[in-house]
């Protein structure tokens, strides 16, 4: 499969190391020679490569308690938008990687 989602960033390794480590992306396959990375989460797979910025698409990645992760990316220092409420059907909040690269988390409230 594909990456649904590109990104591009300055730093390759820093990019990395916020999905897999913050975001809890598995890295798939990467290219230090022609810098590129492809990571997994549930269903959203992206790509990184590295690069002049450019305005992408959004990853949509579904998280099980979205308002603890919210407090954990906060205290790990990630800049984090508000939690956004649809009642009774979902949250949503916006998260950026260190380049600005939109990320939205998603917790399905339905049973």
Known sequence: M????WYHVRDLDKGRRFYRELLGFEE???DFEDGWSTLKRGEMEIGLVQG???DNGV???DVADL?????RLREAGVEVGIVL?????????DVYDPDGN???LAQELRD
């Not at 308002?67 to 407090?71: G, L």
């Open 2 to 5: 594909a990456p649904t989602v």
């Open 28 to 30: 798939l396959a990467v």
């Open 52 to 54: 002049e910025l450019e």
């Open 59 to 61: 990853a949509h990645v």
């Open 67 to 71: 308002k603890e992760e919210a407090d």
């Open 85 to 93: 409420e649809l009642t009774g059907e979902m949250r949503l909040l």
């Open 102 to 104: 939109r990320i939205q």
